[in-house]
């Protein structure tokens, strides 16, 4: 018998929405409701951020990447679970909470209050601290693409302040919130590889590679000619790879008090992406041109046989609000769905050919972090219901790169799904052995999950659902750290 994707999205958007609220709590419990066994061997903790505030004392947020960061820490202990959510007390944070209203205008349009007076003019953004939180050096890290990062206290997620690397960043400077680690085989030892960008009519990019010591030993800068909105990057033993998004800045509106500066970004369709090899060791720079598409998030990129190769979820075009609409009724057929594409780039020839992987709509890639900067084989993914047409995340997709086969689960029509994060086994012998974590929002309960699936079988489903006693509202990146902190 054959099973057949559904073919529309069947949710109900009050249930989605409710996902978009504030958790204004913080929590500290042990998580005894639970469907199934936690795997004894799963020991660690997964660590998560995102917007925890989608408004401020009553004030809604007009995007929810303008949310303070809070960060959840989930402890898998000898089969049981322990959760935490803490705020980032970043300096905007505090302000605004003592405040009781909105402080600072929002990146991506949230403005004061008081209208065009109150906004005009001001380019004072809070540093939010919500896009990503990574465990590296004994150093817990929330990250903000453009300000230095936060850095936590692991156990109790207490702020302990900005952190600069011993004098690396200065005030202000841009840190991007997607860090990459290479794995050791493919430098020796493990690096966590991280770029800064400061765009302008030159933009400047930086390279960081930290070693296992938190101690920077190895830095690259370069030019990229044009404005360039670079939300990630990916690593191989030889480049760093870029994709410089066709779109331009027209700051007027947003100087004058009208738009969010992200609201003030248009693709140009007509322009190519530009993808960016940078040499890591020595070299210039090669720019190579593909057909216009708007990239956040790349899966991987590994070399072979003199071809660089980058798999990334492209869109046709930048995939903003409307200005003015409340996102919280955002009509998903009017926004374009992110799809799985993979770049073939011959330096050589400096020629690009790309094919799609995975045609489902489709956001947030995982792999099995021993994979990074290598040629694999599984990529996990979040994933809309239906094979067509674009709505919210609700299931894992699995894609076997070699075969081209997909296991899908869905947690649809109430579920709506986080970003995952692939966990390896223990011992592990195969690239799948290991598990598939994600935060689940579920909307008849108004509550959130976190799953456990089984990495080589997704489709039975998960083999722990642990229940919170609340909802966590929809997430942005997290890691997983083998590191068991003492509660
Ligand atoms: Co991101």
Redesign the pocket.
Same mark, same amino acid.
């Given at each position: 018998m054959t099973v057949s994707a559904p073919t529309s999205n069947d949710y109900l958007s009050h249930n989605w929405q409710g996902g978009h609220e504030s958790l204004t709590q913080e929590y500290d419990y042990a998580i005894t409701d639970i469907d199934g066994d936690i795997p004894v061997d799963l020991q660690g903790t997964l660590f998560r951020n995102g917007p925890g505030l989608l408004d401020v004392n009553g004030t809604p947020l007009q995007h929810p990447f303008d949310g303070d960061g809070m960060i959840c820490a989930i402890r898998f202990h000898q089969g049981q679970a322990h959760f935490r959510n803490r705020f980032v007390r970043t300096e905007g944070y505090v302000a605004e909470q003592a405040a009781g209203k909105i402080l600072y205008r929002g990146v991506f349009g949230t403005p004061k209050p008081g209208g065009l007076l109150a906004n005009a003019f001001d380019i004072n953004f809070k540093n939010i601290a919500n896009? @990503?939180v990574i465990y590296w050096a004994d150093k817990l890290l929330a990250l903000w693409e453009a300000d230095q990062p936060y850095r936590l206290d692991p156990a109790t997620l207490d702020t302990l302040g900005l952190e600069n690397f011993s004098g690396l960043l200065k005030p202000g400077d841009p840190f991007s919130? @997607?860090p990459r680690i290479l794995p050791g085989a493919t430098t020796a030892e493990d690096r966590l590889v991280n770029f800064a960008i400061k765009p302008g009519l030159s933009s400047t990019v930086k390279i960081f590679e930290f070693d296992r010591a938190g101690e920077v030993v190895h830095q690259r800068q370069f030019a990229i000619p044009g404005f360039a909105f670079i939300?990630?990057f990916t690593v191989t033993p030889n480049y760093y790879v870029f994709f410089q998004n066709p779109v331009t800045l027209n700051p007027i509106p947003f100087l004058f008090g009208l738009k969010g500066a992200g609201e003030c970004i248009s693709f140009n369709a007509q322009n190519p992406t530009k993808v960016w090899l940078l040499p890591r060791q020595s070299g210039q720079p090669q720019q190579l041109k593909t057909d216009a598409c708007f990239v956040? @998030?790349h899966a991987n990129a590994y070399e072979a046989d003199g071809q660089v190769i980058v798999d990334s979820i492209c869109y046709d075009t930048f995939p903003s609000l409307e200005s003015g609409v409340d996102f919280r009724n955002i009509d998903f057929d009017a926004v374009p769905p992110g799809k799985l594409w993979r770049f073939q780039m011959t330096p050589e020839t400096a020629t690009v050919e790309k094919q799609p992987l995975i045609t489902r709509s489709c956001e947030?890639p995982t792999l099995n972090p021993a994979q990074v900067g290598q040629d694999y084989r599984y990529v996990y993914i979040g994933a809309t219901d239906a094979s067509v047409g674009n709505a919210p995340l609700q299931g894992i997709l699995k894609r076997d790169l070699q075969t081209g086969e997909e296991q899908l689960w869905s947690a649809a029509p109430q579920g709506f799904m986080g970003e995952p994060v692939f966990i390896p086994k223990p011992n592990a012998t195969q690239e799948d052995q290991g598990w598939v974590v994600a935060v689940v929002y579920d909307g008849d309960r108004n509550r959130s999950d976190v799953v456990i699936l089984d990495a080589e079988q997704l489709e039975p489903g998960p083999i722990a659902r642990l229940h919170l006693q609340h909802h966590i509202p929809y997430g942005?990146?997290g890691s997983f750290t083998p590191t068991v902190f003492a509660p």
């Amino acid at each position: 018998m054959t099973v057949s994707a559904p073919t529309s999205n069947d949710y109900l958007s009050h249930n989605w929405q409710g996902g978009h609220e504030s958790l204004t709590q913080e929590y500290d419990y042990a998580i005894t409701d639970i469907d199934g066994d936690i795997p004894v061997d799963l020991q660690g903790t997964l660590f998560r951020n995102g917007p925890g505030l989608l408004d401020v004392n009553g004030t809604p947020l007009q995007h929810p990447f303008d949310g303070d960061g809070m960060i959840c820490a989930i402890r898998f202990h000898q089969g049981q679970a322990h959760f935490r959510n803490r705020f980032v007390r970043t300096e905007g944070y505090v302000a605004e909470q003592a405040a009781g209203k909105i402080l600072y205008r929002g990146v991506f349009g949230t403005p004061k209050p008081g209208g065009l007076l109150a906004n005009a003019f001001d380019i004072n953004f809070k540093n939010i601290a919500n896009t @990503h939180v990574i465990y590296w050096a004994d150093k817990l890290l929330a990250l903000w693409e453009a300000d230095q990062p936060y850095r936590l206290d692991p156990a109790t997620l207490d702020t302990l302040g900005l952190e600069n690397f011993s004098g690396l960043l200065k005030p202000g400077d841009p840190f991007s919130a @997607h860090p990459r680690i290479l794995p050791g085989a493919t430098t020796a030892e493990d690096r966590l590889v991280n770029f800064a960008i400061k765009p302008g009519l030159s933009s400047t990019v930086k390279i960081f590679e930290f070693d296992r010591a938190g101690e920077v030993v190895h830095q690259r800068q370069f030019a990229i000619p044009g404005f360039a909105f670079i939300h990630d990057f990916t690593v191989t033993p030889n480049y760093y790879v870029f994709f410089q998004n066709p779109v331009t800045l027209n700051p007027i509106p947003f100087l004058f008090g009208l738009k969010g500066a992200g609201e003030c970004i248009s693709f140009n369709a007509q322009n190519p992406t530009k993808v960016w090899l940078l040499p890591r060791q020595s070299g210039q720079p090669q720019q190579l041109k593909t057909d216009a598409c708007f990239v956040f @998030h790349h899966a991987n990129a590994y070399e072979a046989d003199g071809q660089v190769i980058v798999d990334s979820i492209c869109y046709d075009t930048f995939p903003s609000l409307e200005s003015g609409v409340d996102f919280r009724n955002i009509d998903f057929d009017a926004v374009p769905p992110g799809k799985l594409w993979r770049f073939q780039m011959t330096p050589e020839t400096a020629t690009v050919e790309k094919q799609p992987l995975i045609t489902r709509s489709c956001e947030f890639p995982t792999l099995n972090p021993a994979q990074v900067g290598q040629d694999y084989r599984y990529v996990y993914i979040g994933a809309t219901d239906a094979s067509v047409g674009n709505a919210p995340l609700q299931g894992i997709l699995k894609r076997d790169l070699q075969t081209g086969e997909e296991q899908l689960w869905s947690a649809a029509p109430q579920g709506f799904m986080g970003e995952p994060v692939f966990i390896p086994k223990p011992n592990a012998t195969q690239e799948d052995q290991g598990w598939v974590v994600a935060v689940v929002y579920d909307g008849d309960r108004n509550r959130s999950d976190v799953v456990i699936l089984d990495a080589e079988q997704l489709e039975p489903g998960p083999i722990a659902r642990l229940h919170l006693q609340h909802h966590i509202p929809y997430g942005l990146h997290g890691s997983f750290t083998p590191t068991v902190f003492a509660p």
